[in-house]
């Protein structure tokens, strides 16, 4: 077939064929749409028996609707896919736009079609609505620019499974959930969302984060999912159908919820204040949304609360990032919120990444407050709360952190295993057998509370900050933010703090045709035997996640990533020398494996 620009075209083919109709232009594909004598999709029948359906039927006519602006050339969709590498932890993520060498998309509008009708299976399961009331599921997205075509796609794929749909738009990943809790008279039950989002990644990646009341999926209920898809998948690469555009528009709303999502914080911080209308009225507060999705922090929270936001940057989206990367954790984008906070002299700067699940902020000095800064102002707020309360934190945090929260606070730190939805079960687990805990944070910036349903939500983090602001300010007028920063005042901060990566070569023959995973935990092992000889070095009496060990002031951690055939090393030291010192300790341990990549550590150790 030829290239198209908007136009319908008309064919007649059979079911089987309708999957070589699909076009690719520009990013979008076009979808098939079966005229009345198909049985339509949506009335609760199950996928087996919507495709078994689709395929005795008697098609003449079908239209193929496509919504495409350029040109582009007839190509199959329906490539082949391992849905299982989509999972990331909690997450679903890919690549959904070309342009990166080495990376080609798996992360197509059927796939997406697939991802969602899966979704829609899997909550009818969990929810198993009585006769015929209908499940409805919010959809918002970041940024990206991949973003739009995907909330189409997930939207067909969700009214396909009998799934009423309310597309929010331009949202970010803690409103989606918290979409999940709101009984208004517009909104109330909704019984799932998903947010389109891949987090601080490059432009071409995109992905998926699942709610429900309950909170995020965790890891089963992703695999559960993505096993669902790939049979949905296969069905219609074999000759199922996925409704147009069109005929999904009677089970879609559109709704501006992040209007509801940002009154309720507006209305934390007053609360917090006694009622004041205004409670930060004087302050200059700067925000760096880094074009994602945070942007309307400045005028739609901070302004109301009287706050000056003048020098705010990068607020309006665009998914290309072009200043930087959207980035908490990322040094560009670090000095980018300190320049701005000392160039228009403001009180206090705050940034977000992408879809505005973390965050972290800079005093009125440049002194930047994340990573282990931000849970110890964190844990001293909530410790004021919940007095003796347990701080959950990933497992890189400092021991001048511990100290902190043990011996300042008065709390208890479980330094527990990376990934915030590890912190967050962790937290939820120790209250659950009764050892109470108020909080629970990462050194990336995510952050969840007890009191705001353990959703890991940037923007509250934030409020909860300014929540603090607000109440002092109330008492003393004259207090400005300095009042933060003088909370973590005694914090021991390391003069040296890195992080080095020992890639895992998978196709070096010491593998042994093994798994990378199996390699790191032998690696891990050996350094753990050989560090119980060496009287200077002491390992971590408590420790969920790799080898932790003190010494020479310092400490180090070495551990298996998540996802990736590494084995991120964390070096923390009084000194250069110190560091390295415990580096050493590490290379000499290791250097027996000879599938890791020892390049980056002995570059360090040599060269301090």
């Known amino acids: 077939m030829a290239a198209v620009s908007g136009r319908i075209i008309q064919t007649a083919v059979s079911p089987r064929q309708s ?82 060498e080495g990376e080609p998309v798996n992360l197509t509008e059927p796939v997406t079609e697939a991802i969602a009708a899966a979704f829609g299976g899997w909550l009818l399961n969990k929810k198993k609505p009585e006769g015929s009331k209908r499940l409805r599921v919010s959809i918002g997205h970041d940024s990206r620019i991949s973003a739009k075509i995907l909330q189409n796609a997930a939207t067909r794929g ?80 074999d000759g199922g159908v996925i409704m147009s555009n069109k005929d999904v528009e009677a ?62 940057q990068f607020l309006e989206p665009d998914g290309l990032f072009p200043n930087h990367i959207p980035n908490p954790e990322d040094k560009t984008a670090m000095q980018a919120i300190t320049k701005a906070v000392l160039d228009n002299k403001a009180d206090l700067g705050i940034i977000f990444d992408t879809d505005v699940d973390r965050s972290a902020a800079v005093d009125s000095t440049g002194r930047e407050i994340n990573r282990n800064r931000l849970i110890a102002l964190m844990a001293a707020i909530v410790l004021e709360e919940h ?43 120790l209250n659950s057998i009764g050892e109470e805990s108020h909080l629970a944070i990462e050194t990336s910036g995510h952050g969840a509370l007890r009191e705001n349903h353990w959703l890991d939500d940037g923007a509250y983090l934030m409020v909860k900050l300014l929540n603090k602001l607000a109440s002092m300010r109330a008492k003393d007028p004259s207090i400005d933010s300095k009042c933060l920063t003088d909370m973590i005042d005694g914090l021991d901060e390391a003069g040296i703090a890195l992080e080095i990566r020992l890639k895992i070569d998978q196709n070096h023959a010491d593998l042994k045709g093994g798994s990378f995973r199996d390699y790191g935990e032998a690696v891990l092992k050996h350094l753990n035997n ?67 990549d020892l390049s980056a550590l002995l570059n360090f150790v040599q060269q301090s």
């Open 19 to 100: 999957k070589n109709l699909r076009l690719i232009t520009s990013g979008t594909i076009c979808a098939v749409k079966l005229h009345s004598t198909v049985p339509h999709q949506g009335l609760g029948l199950t996928w087996t028996e919507i495709s078994a359906m689709q395929k005795s039927a008697t098609v003449k006519t079908k239209n193929l609707l496509c919504n495409a602006s350029q040109s582009g050339t007839a190509v199959s969709s329906f490539e082949k896919v391992d849905f299982l590498k989509l999972q990331n932890g909690s997450d679903i993520r890919g690549v959904a736009i070309e342009g990166v």
């Open 251 to 312: 089970s879609v709303k559109k709704a501006d919820y992040m209007s509801i999502y940002t009154s309720d914080l507006v209305s934390a911080v007053r609360r917090a204040a006694g009622n004041i209308e205004k409670p930060l009225k004087g302050l200059h507060i700067v925000v760096d949304a880094g074009n994602g999705a945070g942007g309307f922090f400045a005028a739609k929270v901070l302004e109301p609360l009287g706050a000056i936001t003048s020098g705010s």
């Open 387 to 429: 007095p003796g309360t347990t701080i959950v934190t990933d497992s890189v945090t400092s021991d001048g952190l511990t100290t902190f929260i043990e011996n300042k606070l008065g709390g208890k730190h479980h330094r527990f295993k990376r990934g915030y939805k590890n912190v967050i079960d962790e937290a939820i687990r």
């Open 158 to 237: 969700l009214v396909s499974a009998g799934i009423e749909v309310i597309q929010y738009g331009l949202a970010s990943t803690p409103a989606m959930f918290n979409s999940t809790l709101t009984q208004d008279e517009v909104h109330h039950w909704v019984d799932g969302s998903i947010m389109i989002t891949a987090s601080h990644l490059p432009y071409n990646r995109n992905g998926f984060k699942f709610f429900t009341c309950e909170g995020g999926l965790g890891k089963a209920d992703i695999k559960d999912i993505l096993q669902r898809a790939s049979s949905i998948y296969e069905k219609l690469s």
């Open 530 to 596: 050989t560090i119980e000889s060496d009287p200077i070095l002491k390992k971590a009496p408590k420790n969920f996640e790799g080898v932790r060990v003190s010494g020479y002031g310092g400490w180090f951690l070495l551990r298996l990533s998540l996802h990736d055939p590494v084995l991120p090393l964390n070096i923390e030291a009084p000194t250069k020398e110190d560091a390295h010192k415990l580096g050493l300790a590490v290379l000499n341990a290791v250097r027996e494996f000879p599938a890791l």
